[in-house]
């Protein structure tokens, strides 16, 4: 600031010295200057960005004008940093020699387009939480490990990319469906693996790409029909064929592969080949008219098809998508979605709109609704068409049964035991004490969520039963709860299809977090907590008639697309109860170990270990840990409010990143629901209120590090 006062200093002297006939005009050259300056202040929330970024990139002396407090990024030409305005523009700061990480708060810097930290010795997982509405990132020449960043999928303007020379590894997501623009991506020179994702078909604007000296596997025919002009994939472990398009280009360089021998197979029946231009202007030199060509493949197609529908009645393999995923292991890392999509990400090459979603069977359409971070409750109306229901064809077990407000589809089993490979092991999701839950994946790319539930919890007439929690499940309605799409009762078979979510569960981020899973915020922790307490608020007092769940915990919280909870396995409280509760999960009141007698104040114990566990990271019982420590419960409750001990009761990855006296209030709220006395619980709706204003209080935005504990009196509620 004081550089800018100098030079402003200067240019008022040469104005007075060009204007001594009149003070008045030198005034005003004055204030016109003072003015600009004070406009061009940066943006306070660039200001923090920037702030974080520095203390987190442990201060280094060689970033000139930068400070771990306040500053004026725009005003004072902070080194590496370019403005338009008020607004923090692009980061270049290649080839300093800089190390420690970015920072938790670079998603702030939304005006952001260029992120150059290339050349530098950052080492750990590239940071989730990048500038939002990049057009070009290099992080080239770095120590990165882990895998590149979900939050990436989500930049639509990107238009380049470039992470060679680092240490990434593992697969690649499913990400880049909507990265239109990219134009070049750089991923050599790291040791990534597993197959090439299927949404690189929609890199329609990439013309340069890089891959080799990685580990990848299987075919490049997912990029035949890209406009690349220079592409390298050398040294990694593809096989197959070199797909024909892509031999035009000139610069390609496909050395050190496993390349099989011998000509290409054709393209299966009913798919036709996206020849290249230079190809179809070849063909008509040779002699052939388009008309020939057009006779000569629709002749060949004609056979293949007939070929093939002769075997098909004899055998039907599955599909080849099935046999590949069946070979993965059971439990495939998952990779965090961006809190800025909109929409569910299905990892196939079609993103299905689940607003609309049809049975392949010519089933009525299901109407789902969009999910948005509202917190607005609705009541469900029943469709003005009411789609099929049970009838003497399907679902014979059901035929006697109340059917008449059920507005989902049936799905046939023979079609959900193909979309699940037959209920592969490779497709298993998870396992609770009432049924399985797979994944179910459809040849368009839609995904599924199907939980086979265990049979012999049905008493007596079992497609009563049954049929009544489909019609009561249905009428739920809330952005916080998970959605059942349709049902299947066939051959003895009891199964509820939900939504897909591909962030899993909270459980899976708290608890099986490896180089595909990100850290959660503090802030979403705490929003987290508020979304899945406004569910159970709609179950116990909204919806009529009112509802217990019996069975809150997070692998019951499914993270959607903006990491906003959905509570799964709602209105199925009859099937819990009959469930008797073998093992000790830690999520159980101390009066329901057997029958509860009060399942409400249950709910909210078991939402106060959830809450617990999202402030420690720990599980809510561990077996492997000291005697005195298993329990979850009997270790942090005397320790609540205990304030320096919640510092070390915090969980590690949140690397003391969260507000102390907003960590208090979390922990208060805790210590309310888990009470051993049901009737000191507070009702449900005492704790949204309570975690509401914690979550006023962190948008706030207060700046908050390892090396700046904020003060009680920074806050108020």
């Known amino acids: 600031m004081a550089s800018v006062l100098g030079e402003l200093m200067m240019i008022l002297n040469k104005i007075n010295m060009r204007c001594r006939c009149s003070r008045l005009l030198c005034w005003l050259a004055f204030s016109f200057l003072a003015v600009t300056l004070v406009s061009c202040k940066t943006d306070s929330s660039d200001v923090s960005g920037l702030n974080v970024m520095y203390t987190s990139m442990n ?20 080194k590496g940093i370019s403005c338009s305005g008020s607004k923090v523009t692009e980061i270049n700061l290649s080839g300093l020699g800089l190390t420690g990480s970015f920072g938790y708060k670079l998603s702030d810097l939304k005006s952001v387009t260029r992120f150059d930290l290339s050349k530098n010795s950052f080492k750990g997982n590239i940071p989730y939480q990048l500038p939002p509405n990049l057009q070009l990132i290099d992080l080239s020449g770095n120590e990165f490990d882990g895998n590149v960043p979900y939050s990436i999928s989500q930049m639509t303007d990107l238009k380049e990319m470039d992470l060679n020379n680092n240490k990434l590894n593992g697969q690649l997501s499913d990400m880049f469906g909507k990265l239109s623009k990219l134009t070049k991506m750089d991923l050599s020179s790291n040791s990534l693996s597993g197959e090439l994702p299927q949404s690189f078909k929609n890199l329609s604007s990439l013309t340069t790409l890089r891959l080799q000296d990685n580990k990848f596997t299987g075919s490049i025919n997912v990029l035949a029909n890209l406009p690349v002009d220079e592409l390298n994939v050398e040294n990694n472990k593809f096989t197959g064929w070199i797909p024909n398009e892509l031999k035009d280009i000139k610069k390609i360089k496909t050395g050190g592969n496993s390349w099989s021998s011998g000509p290409a197979p054709p393209p299966p029946p009913g798919v036709t080949s996206h020849v290249r231009h230079s190809k ?18 629709l002749g060949v197609l004609v056979v293949l098809g007939l070929l093939i529908a002769l075997f098909s009645k004899r055998r039907s393999p599955p599909s080849s998508h099935f046999l590949e995923e069946d070979r993965l292991s059971q439990r495939r890392p998952f990779a965090p979605l961006s809190s800025g999509q909109l929409s569910n990400d299905l990892d196939a090459e079609s993103r299905a709109d689940l607003r609309e979603v049809r049975s392949p069977k010519a089933s009525p359409l299901i109407q789902v609704k969009s999910v948005g971070t509202s917190s607005s409750i ?68 839609k995904v599924l969520a199907v939980k086979k539930i265990d049979s012999m919890l049905f008493r007596g007439q079992q497609g009563t039963e049954f049929a009544e929690i489909v019609s009561d499940i249905t009428k739920l309605d809330h952005p916080n709860i998970c959605e059942v799409v349709g049902y299947c009762s066939e051959q003895g078979q009891i199964m509820l299809v939900y939504e897909y979510f591909r962030n899993g569960s909270l459980h899976e981020f708290l608890h099986l977090s490896d180089d595909f899973s990100k850290p959660l915020t503090w802030n979403t922790r705490v929003r987290i907590a508020l979304g899945t307490a406004r569910a159970i608020e709609y179950l116990h007092e909204v919806c009529s008639p009112s509802c217990v769940h019996m069975s809150i915990k997070s692998s019951n ?57 999202l402030m420690t990271g720990r599980m809510p019982f561990d077996s492997r840990k000291p005697k005195y420590e298993q329990s979850l419960v009997r270790w942090a409750s005397p320790q609540l409010h205990d304030l320096d001990a919640l510092g070390r009761m915090a969980d590690p990855a949140l690397h003391g990143l969260y507000p102390p006296k907003s960590l208090s209030g979390f922990a208060d709220v805790i210590a309310l629901c888990v009470q051993s006395e049901p009737e000191f619980r507070p009702p449900i709706s005492q704790v949204v209120q309570a975690l509401v204003r914690l979550g006023q209080m962190n948008q706030r935005g207060m700046d908050f590090s390892t090396s700046h504990r904020i003060d009680d009196d920074d806050y108020d509620y």
């Open 280 to 297: 179809a202007e070849e063909a008509k030199k040779s002699g052939l008219s388009v008309a020939a060509i057009v006779g000569i493949v």
């Open 557 to 613: 919280i499914l993270l959607d697309a903006e990491l906003n909870p959905r509570l799964s396995d709602c209105g199925l409280a009859l099937l819990y109860e009959r469930r008797s509760q073998e093992l000790e999960t830690g999520y159980n009141a101390p009066e329901c170990t057997e029958v509860c007698a009060d399942p409400v104040k249950g709910d909210v114990y078991s939402f106060g270990v959830v809450m617990l566990e």
């Open 59 to 78: 201060s280094p002396s060689v970033l000139d004008g930068w400070t771990s407090s306040g500053g004026d990024p725009c005003g004072e030409s902070w």
């Open 378 to 445: 609705r009541l469900k109306h029943p469709p003005s068409d009411h789609p099929k229901s049970f009838n003497n064809n399907e679902n014979t077990n059901l035929m006697n049964a109340r059917t008449s407000s059920i507005h989902v589809a049936p799905y046939p089993l023979a079609e959900l035991q193909t979309a699940t490979g037959n209920f592969a092991t490779g497709r298993l999701l998870g396992e609770g004490s009432i049924g399985r839950v797979y994944r179910a994946k459809y040849g368009d790319g």
